[in-house]
């Protein structure tokens, strides 16, 4: 690689799932405070980072053909390739696009700036380590944040589901100090977010020991952070049913700034494709585990992951799954086709399904996820709800929000971002609910 000239402005490009936003977000501030500017819209920036995500198939692909936008016409822009694409294929990608200069894992990102200066000088560098030092403790204070924010509170998974490459990416299991993250969650509050969603692959098996040096849960951080006079709202995600404790089921029923919303992902309605994903729980242990939450907190909206075309799975078991959407009445689902990822044991397991089979069963599980979804949105019809205000809308005077059920509502008024209003849920759509602005809560 040839030297360039420092870097003046960086542009980060996340893709997958929140965690890698949040890293996306943890990236620019390094870049900032290394002196870096965020390119401008629609500006080319001096140095790129693709902020990878290797959980479903052509993640690879993808990487290569940004790529090849970013050097189209002679371009030569600083390329970065992080996030899980870099763990997983960080070699071949050094190897085949000369245009790239730093691959770096998701572990190992707060080495970003020392990999710039190394790139000037036209040396290429891979950092897919992941070391004993943690990017967090190094990682420079949060800056200006929307009045929603994330904070990764957990990192890693030890669960090894046989579709999964997270284990493989993102490493182990991993809980952050509680100090550390009630100190960035204070600074999050003073940087205008009112709203914190806590994250990790298992966030539900964060441990760690309060101020008292008590050993605590989730639940014990929760109630911490409730304690955040400009905090209104926290959430977690995405839990694992088996790391669900009475305590943190309690704690739905307890503290009123903890959202009426659980993202559990079960994946299948079939025992026998649940226990060939190594996912150790049961439909039905799965089903008890919600009525719990629904005895402490009725109005508690659920959403889920599933995966239809897992090997070897039948019409039959498959059935078990649209059975298992009926039962629970979802208000909000993600839902994917199985794709093999490479080093993961369901990989090389006997009995694909083909795309077409797949296609067909995506469609069906859509077609009932949506329908519950509207369902869940029409039954909220009529309702007065506080709506933190998080975008403007299209039209003049339009905002955009969510309810306490992360639903996303539009209105008018005279509101700013970050505004906590009171709404008359008035129609609800399948996406979206058409409000009507009551009061302004809070400012
Ligand atoms: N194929 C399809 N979907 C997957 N997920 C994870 N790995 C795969 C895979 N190999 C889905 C799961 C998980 C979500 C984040 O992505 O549903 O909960
Ligand atoms: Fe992947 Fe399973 Fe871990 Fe979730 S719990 S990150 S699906 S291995």
Partial sequence: MRQSAPPKTYRVKSFGCQMNVYDGERMGEL???KGMAPAKDGEDADLVVLNTCHIREKAAEKVYSDIGRLTKNGKKPMIAVAGCVAQAEGEEIMKRSPAVGMVVGPQAYHRLPDMIDKAVHGERATDTDMPLETKFDVLPQRRKVGPSAFLTIQEGCDKFCTYCVVPYTRGAEISRPFSALVTEAERLVQSGAREIT????????????????????LEGLIKALADLPDLARIRYTTSHPNDMSPALIAAHGEIEKLMPYLHLPVQSGSDRVLKAMNRSHTADSYLKLLDQFRAVRPDIALSGDFIVGFPGETEEEFRETLQLVDAVGYSLAYSFKYSPRPGTPAATMDGQVSREVMDERLQRLQAALNRDQYAFNKQTEGRVCDVLVERKGKFENQWLGKSPWLQSVWFE????????????MVEAGANSVRGRMVEKVSA
């Fill in 413 to 424: 008024g005279d509101v700013q971002l970050g505004d906590m209003v009171t709404v008359d």
């Fill in 198 to 217: 806590l994250l990790g692959q298992n966030v539900n098996a964060w441990t760690g020991e309060n101020a008292k040096g008590q050993a605590i849960g």
């Fill in 31 to 33: 870049l900032t405070d």
